[in-house]
């Protein structure tokens, strides 16, 4: 068994997405750990340029598979080569990007090479098991409701899919040295049970409240400024969506679709930020169970400040605007990042 | 003795109450309008679902699941819009008539239109003389040949303006009791509908009216049961389907109060905790749902009696009972849940108050509570 | 076009937050929860039952799981699909993903000859979407997930097209395949009082390892590559940093917090 760790590199429309490279980071931490080296499969068509991309990202070894006939995924020879490459070179450990079609991808491969599969991981780390260094998956369960951890005891490679926008992104660095490994795809047009013909792509259509990683909740206070413009700006910066409390639906800034609380939806998005809103239960309800609770207020004694993890006191007028700058300063990414940031919601 | 539900009874009080939280709810505000025209396209769901014919056997297009399960779609529906259980009730009237009183040709005629939907059919008993004073009723129909010539206004009648045919009680004879029931359809000449009536619990979707028979020409085969039996004909649809009925109304209003009660209880903090925290509250929550189950078990029982085959006659006090326990467990949980919530208990947004509008509604609806006393104390004293 | 359905009992999604983990001995605890249909499994037997509208053919749901499960099947007969199947045995208890796909394929073989093998793309519990592509590895026909439209080319192939972030890709799809459906892809059916009583008149089988004779070592928890080993349950309380200053200094504290978080 080679002492590897790989991870699939996802390319779609000729771009390295985000997640392709917040796998090699953490295949770096945890080849380290292994004392092991970190490779890479990327699969395309005229890819060479992304092999570079990745090696300066960190991959000493690059499986660099091109074909025409592969620039779209194709499930069955994808599957096919990765299987391939497993059983020809048996790494410890291959993780993907859990993207709609990293998921499409992996179990196929695990059930071709009969080993474990986690999905969704949000962590991972190595824990001696028995003597043996084995990768723990940690998952959340039931909705997120609780946090499982897994591993493959045995069975290799231990294979995982990740959480996009979840794990950190690696430093670029010109200067690194690595490996090409040219594998020929050898298509036989009978291996096609499935062939993907055609692309189409979609500006996403705004994502409804209740799948909206991210949601910007405003109250009555915003009626010192005028309506929900500063709500708005910072749901825009953020990607995310608008909600409120009913005075705000009966002011008309939204309408009661977005009305979050006991009378309205109930949501849990991964950050929650409400302005304006004093907090009462009734309103706060509807949000609970968000991952990370911000709240602005001018008002210190609102009960809004006890049900949340970041608390702003001050000028819902003055503060708004200084959080939309700061976030849209963020620094560019040489690469597009895929934005789809957890991947597709699991439908309900 | 087994208190289970059938698994065919589980499985379609589970059908009910997605199709109610699915589709109706959603669209509580639209229905509760007090102007527009009547949601067919539900009514059409509803029969889609087999719902209107579960106490319909087979042979006449129905399911043939029997009364309880009627009971039971009835209040999975009204635990959401009580207005649509009323048309289940309601629309299954004619029906039960004449499964119990009809000829063959009557039977095949009507009920499978009924229960697909096609056609709706309503009782049309009460005029401004009374509704539970069936006796004093003025409508005539004098016999001319094969046809009877039918005269008369009946009022607060629900839904007058959608229904195509009408059961009406009408005066066939001399003595006072010689009364019989009639089917009317309302493309008959000389049938006129009149005005809708401004009830609490008025909408679009529950419209409850007036209609006047002048000199209308009703062939005698119309006529539901033996001529001037047509009491016995009447009460027993409103004994049997229609008392049931109300009381499986009363059960989901009841049950939504307590649901919506205690929800809100468990939210709301007041003096830094919970109001279930509350002994007061507390009590009253499980007040609210011992008022239910116990509302339950009566009227579950009453239906189980008529699908065991009993006529609503022997069974009536148990029949009065459970729609008079359930109409009381439905007053006492809308005004316990609306207490609950405090100011916010007469807010719109809650619900609550359209429910405690569609329980004030059924104390004189469907047989109305005090006759329920009547019925239950009369047989009580035969009984000892 | 004979389709068979894989569809699993799930704890009900509004009762998660009820769902514990034993502290000593690390395992999900989830008794007493109430279960349903998985809701994507309810789109894939809708599909299963438009395509036998338009083609004619049968309908076959399969579940593996606890005696409970049968219910699920139950419901599945209500919508009205035609023949329903249990797996049930202690040998299939404690599987991963792979092991139970090995079930899964062993007792779809044993039902013979099929055009079609459908299922939601995940369940709400495990959610790793991971069974569908691994009974279609197992059986050697090809599958497509997230598939949210059907066109049937002839009765030989079709067209799926599945979503993928950002847009779709459309596949073309050598019969006999499997696909796992998402939500997009149709409104599904209520049973109806009479789809019930026809429902309840028809007989589930239930099928133990005995029937399909899937090798020991590659099914329930011999068969599971992977193990949960432990878990915990994600505290809600809250952090409550409050900050107090000039909104400058407020909004880049917070800022940077919320990206040591990953909220932003």
Same mark, same amino acid.
């Given at each position: 068994?080679? %002492?590897?760790?790989?991870?699939?590199?996802?390319?779609?429309?000729?771009?390295?997405?985000?997640?392709?490279?917040?796998?090699?980071?953490?295949?770096?931490?945890?080849? %380290?750990?292994?004392?092991?080296? !970190?490779?890479?499969?990327?699969?395309?068509?005229?890819?060479? %340029?992304?092999?570079?991309?990745?090696?300066?990202?960190?991959?000493?070894?690059?499986?660099?598979?091109?074909?025409?006939?592969?620039?779209?995924?194709?499930?069955?020879?994808?599957?096919?080569?990765?299987?391939?490459?497993?059983?020809?070179?048996?790494?410890?450990?291959?993780?993907?990007?859990?993207?709609?079609?990293?998921?499409?991808?992996?179990?196929?491969?695990?059930?071709?090479?009969?080993?474990?599969?986690?999905?969704?991981?949000?962590?991972?780390?190595?824990?001696?098991?028995?003597?043996?260094?084995?990768?723990?998956?940690?998952?959340?369960?039931?909705?997120?409701?609780?946090?499982?951890?897994?591993?493959?005891?045995?069975?290799?490679?231990?294979?995982?899919?990740?959480?996009?926008?979840?794990?950190?992104? #690696?430093?670029?660095?010109?200067?690194?040295?690595?490996?090409?490994?040219?594998?020929?795809?050898?298509?036989?047009?009978?291996?096609?049970?499935?062939?993907?013909?055609?692309?189409?792509?979609?500006? #996403?259509?705004?994502?409804?409240?209740?799948?909206?990683?991210?949601?910007?909740?405003?109250?009555?206070?915003?009626?010192?400024?005028?309506?929900?413009?500063?709500?708005?700006?910072?749901?825009?910066? !953020?990607?995310?969506?608008?909600?409120?409390?009913?005075?705000?639906?009966?002011?008309?800034?939204?309408?009661?679709?977005?009305?979050?609380?006991?009378?309205?939806?109930?949501?849990?998005?991964?950050?929650?930020?409400?302005?304006?809103?004093?907090?009462?239960?009734?309103?706060?309800?509807?949000?609970?169970?968000?991952?990370?609770?911000?709240?602005? %207020?001018?008002?210190?004694?609102? #009960?809004?400040?006890?049900?949340?993890?970041?608390?702003?006191?001050?000028?819902?007028?003055?503060?708004?605007?200084?959080?939309?700058?700061?976030?849209?300063?963020?620094?560019?990414?040489?690469?597009?990042?895929?934005?789809?940031?957890?991947?597709?919601?699991?439908?309900? | &003795?087994?208190?289970?539900?059938?698994?065919?009874?589980? &499985?379609?009080?589970?059908?009910?109450?997605?199709?109610?939280?699915?589709?109706?709810?959603?669209?509580?505000?639209?229905?509760?309008?007090?102007?527009?025209?009547?949601?067919?396209?539900?009514?059409?769901?509803?029969?889609?679902?087999?719902?209107?014919?579960?106490?319909?056997?087979?042979?006449?297009?129905?399911?043939?699941?029997?009364?309880?399960?009627?009971?039971?779609?009835?209040?999975?529906?009204?635990?959401?819009?009580?207005?649509?259980?009323?048309?289940?009730?309601?629309?299954?009237?004619?029906?039960?008539?004449?499964?119990?009183?009809?000829?063959?040709?009557?039977?095949?005629? @009507?009920?499978?239109?009924?229960?697909?939907?096609?056609?709706?059919?309503?009782?049309?008993?009460?005029?401004?003389?009374?509704?539970?004073?069936?006796?004093?009723?003025?409508?005539?129909?004098?016999?001319?040949?094969?046809?009877?010539?039918?005269?008369?206004?009946?009022?607060?009648?629900?839904?007058?303006?959608?229904?195509?045919?009408?059961?009406?009680?009408?005066?066939?004879?001399?003595?006072?009791?010689?009364?019989?029931?009639?089917?009317?359809?309302?493309?008959?000449?000389?049938?006129?509908? /009149?005005?809708?009536?401004?009830?609490?619990?008025?909408?679009?979707?529950?419209?409850?009216?007036?209609?006047? &028979?002048?000199?209308?020409?009703?062939?005698?085969?119309?006529?539901?049961?033996?001529?001037?039996?047509?009491?016995?004909?009447?009460?027993?649809?409103?004994? /049997?389907?229609?008392?049931?009925?109300?009381?499986?109304?009363?059960?989901?209003?009841?049950?939504?109060?307590?649901?919506? /009660?205690?929800? @809100?209880?468990?939210?709301?903090?007041?003096?830094?905790?919970?109001?279930?925290?509350?002994?007061?509250?507390?009590?009253?929550? /499980?007040?609210?749902?011992?008022?239910?189950?116990?509302?339950?078990?009566?009227? @579950?029982?009453?239906?189980?009696?008529?699908?065991?085959?009993?006529?609503?006659?022997?069974?009536?006090?148990?029949?009065?009972?459970?729609?008079?326990?359930?109409?009381?467990?439905?007053?006492?949980?809308?005004?316990?849940?609306?207490?609950?919530?405090?100011?916010?208990?007469?807010?719109?947004?809650?619900?609550?108050?359209?429910?405690?509008?569609?329980?004030?509604?059924?104390?004189?609806?469907?047989?109305?509570?005090?006759?329920?006393?009547?019925? &239950?104390?009369?047989?009580?004293?035969?009984? @000892? | 076009?004979?389709?068979?359905?894989?569809?699993?009992?799930?704890?009900?999604?509004?009762?998660?937050?009820?769902?514990?983990?034993?502290?000593?001995?690390?395992?999900?605890?989830?008794?007493?929860?109430?279960?349903?249909?998985?809701?994507?499994?309810?789109?894939?037997?809708?599909?299963?039952?438009?395509?036998?509208?338009?083609?004619?053919?049968?309908?076959?749901?399969?579940?593996?799981?606890?005696?409970?499960?049968?219910?699920?099947?139950?419901?599945?007969?209500?919508?009205?699909?035609?023949?329903?199947?249990?797996?049930?045995?202690?040998?299939?208890?404690?599987?991963?993903?792979?092991?139970?796909?090995?079930?899964?394929?062993?007792?779809?073989?044993?039902?013979?000859?099929?055009?079609?093998?459908?299922?939601?793309?995940?369940?709400?519990?495990?959610?790793?979407?991971?069974?569908?592509?691994?009974?279609?590895?197992?059986?050697?026909?090809?599958?497509?997930?997230?598939?949210?439209?059907?066109?049937?080319?002839?009765?030989?192939?079709?067209?799926?097209?599945?979503?993928?972030?950002?847009?779709?890709?459309?596949?073309?799809?050598?019969?006999?395949?499997?696909?796992?459906?998402?939500?997009?892809?149709?409104?599904?059916?209520?049973?109806?009082?009479?789809?019930?009583?026809?429902?309840?008149?028809?007989?589930?089988?239930?099928?133990?390892?005995?029937?399909?004779?899937?090798?020991?070592?590659?099914?329930?928890?011999?068969?599971?590559?992977?193990?949960?080993?432990?878990?915990?349950?994600?505290?809600? +309380?809250?952090?409550?940093?409050?900050?107090?200053?000039?909104?400058?200094?407020?909004? +880049?504290?917070?800022?940077? +917090?919320?990206?040591?978080?990953?909220?932003?």
């Amino acid at each position: 068994m080679m %002492n590897e760790v790989w991870i699939w590199a996802e390319q779609r429309g000729g771009r390295l997405l985000g997640i392709s490279l917040e796998l090699l980071n953490k295949g770096l931490e945890l080849s %380290n750990e292994l004392k092991a080296e !970190l490779a890479a499969i990327l699969i395309g068509d005229r890819a060479q %340029n992304l092999a570079q991309e990745l090696i300066a990202y960190g991959a000493g070894k690059i499986y660099l598979i091109e074909d025409p006939k592969l620039k779209l995924y194709q499930s069955d020879i994808y599957a096919r080569i990765m299987a391939g490459l497993i059983e020809q070179h048996k790494p410890q450990i291959l993780l993907l990007g859990g993207t709609a079609i990293g998921m499409d991808l992996a179990p196929r491969v695990a059930a071709k090479v009969k080993t474990g599969l986690t999905a969704h991981c949000v962590d991972l780390y190595i824990e001696e098991i028995n003597n043996n260094p084995c990768l723990v998956a940690v998952v959340p369960g039931f909705g997120g409701n609780l946090m499982v951890k897994i591993v493959c005891p045995q069975q290799r490679p231990q294979m995982a899919t990740v959480k996009p926008g979840v794990m950190e992104m #690696p430093s670029r660095n010109e200067k690194r040295a690595g490996q090409i490994m040219k594998v020929e795809a050898q298509i036989k047009d009978e291996e096609f049970k499935c062939q993907t013909i055609e692309m189409v792509e979609q500006e #996403p259509t705004g994502v409804p409240l209740e799948e909206s990683a991210v949601v910007v909740a405003g109250g009555w206070g915003l009626n010192s400024a005028g309506g929900f413009k500063l709500v708005e700006e910072l749901a825009e910066v !953020l990607g995310g969506a608008v909600a409120g409390t009913r005075p705000a639906v009966d002011a008309g800034w939204i309408s009661e679709e977005q009305m979050l609380g006991s009378s309205g939806k109930t949501i849990s998005p991964r950050l929650l930020i409400s302005i304006g809103a004093s907090g009462q239960m009734h309103f706060t309800t509807g949000f609970l169970k968000s991952k990370v609770i911000v709240a602005i %207020n001018n008002n210190p004694k609102s #009960p809004i400040f006890e049900v949340c993890d970041i608390g702003l006191v001050g000028d819902l007028r003055k503060i708004v605007p200084c959080l939309v700058e700061d976030i849209s300063s963020r620094a560019p990414r040489t690469h597009r990042r895929a934005d789809f940031s957890s991947s597709i919601p699991a439908s309900r | &003795m087994d208190f289970g539900l059938s698994r065919e009874q589980e &499985m379609l009080r589970k059908t009910v109450r997605e199709f109610a939280e699915n589709e109706l709810r959603p669209r509580e505000a639209e229905f509760s309008q007090p102007e527009g025209e009547w949601p067919y396209d539900v009514w059409n769901r509803i029969a889609e679902l087999g719902l209107i014919g579960l106490a319909v056997p087979k042979e006449y297009g129905g399911s043939g699941m029997g009364h309880l399960a009627r009971m039971v779609a009835i209040e999975e529906i009204s635990r959401v819009y009580p207005g649509w259980g009323a048309h289940l009730r309601g629309f299954g009237l004619v029906p039960y008539l004449l499964l119990n009183h009809g000829t063959e040709e009557q039977k095949k005629k @009507y009920i499978p239109r009924l229960v697909k939907g096609e056609i709706q059919g309503s009782l049309a008993n009460t005029e401004a003389t009374g509704g539970s004073d069936m006796i004093g009723i003025e409508t005539t129909a004098k016999l001319d040949g094969d046809h009877y010539i039918i005269n008369g206004r009946k009022v607060m009648i629900s839904r007058s303006t959608v229904s195509d045919v009408f059961a009406v009680t009408a005066r066939t004879g001399e003595r006072d009791r010689d009364i019989s029931a009639i089917l009317i359809e309302a493309n008959t000449p000389g049938f006129q509908r /009149g005005r809708v009536e401004n009830l609490i619990a008025h909408s679009r979707t529950s419209p409850v009216g007036e209609f006047t &028979m002048t000199d209308c020409r009703v062939p005698v085969a119309n006529r539901v049961g033996a001529e001037h039996r047509g009491l016995g004909v009447i009460l027993g649809a409103i004994n /049997g389907a229609g008392r049931t009925g109300g009381a499986g109304i009363c059960l989901g209003i009841a049950q939504a109060a307590v649901e919506i /009660g205690t929800k @809100y209880a468990k939210e709301r903090h007041l003096y830094g905790k919970p109001l279930t925290d509350l002994q007061s509250i507390l009590f009253w929550i /499980g007040e609210m749902e011992r008022h239910v189950v116990r509302a339950r078990w009566l009227c @579950y029982h009453a239906a189980w009696l008529l699908d065991q085959g009993k006529r609503p006659e022997e069974i009536r006090a148990e029949i009065a009972m459970a729609k008079l326990d359930a109409s009381e467990a439905a007053l006492h949980n809308c005004l316990k849940a609306i207490e609950i919530h405090g100011a916010y208990g007469t807010a719109t947004e809650f619900g609550l108050i359209r429910k405690f509008k569609a329980a004030l509604d059924m104390i004189a609806a469907a047989g109305s509570n005090n006759i329920s006393r009547l019925i &239950m104390s009369g047989a009580t004293v035969e009984k @000892y | 076009m004979d389709i068979i359905v894989c569809i699993k009992q799930v704890p009900n999604p509004e009762h998660f937050s009820k769902i514990t983990i034993d502290p000593q001995k690390g395992t999900i605890r989830r008794e007493g929860i109430p279960a349903v249909v998985n809701p994507l499994d309810r789109h894939a037997l809708e599909e299963a039952l438009r395509i036998r509208e338009r083609f004619s053919g049968k309908v076959t749901a399969i579940s593996m799981g606890p005696p409970q499960a049968r219910e699920a099947l139950e419901e599945a007969l209500a919508m009205g699909i035609d023949d329903a199947v249990l797996l049930c045995d202690r040998a299939f208890a404690g599987a991963d993903t792979l092991a139970t796909a090995y079930a899964l394929a062993g007792a779809i073989k044993k039902l013979g000859k099929f055009d079609l093998v459908l299922c939601g793309n995940e369940t709400v519990d495990g959610a790793t979407g991971q069974v569908g592509p691994q009974v279609a590895e197992l059986l050697g026909v090809g599958h497509v997930t997230y598939v949210n439209k059907v066109e049937f080319v002839d009765g030989e192939s079709l067209i799926a097209t599945r979503t993928i972030e950002r847009g779709c890709l459309k596949v073309k799809v050598r019969l006999p395949a499997l696909l796992a459906v998402v939500r997009e892809i149709n409104k599904f059916r209520l049973p109806t009082a009479l789809s019930i009583i026809e429902a309840t008149k028809k007989e589930i089988k239930t099928w133990t390892n005995k029937d399909i004779g899937a090798r020991e070592e590659t099914i329930g928890l011999s068969g599971s590559p992977t193990q949960v080993t432990g878990g915990f349950k994600l505290e809600l +309380k809250r952090k409550c940093e409050i900050l107090d200053d000039s909104p400058e200094v407020m909004a +880049k504290e917070a800022v940077e +917090k919320l990206r040591e978080l990953g909220a932003i």
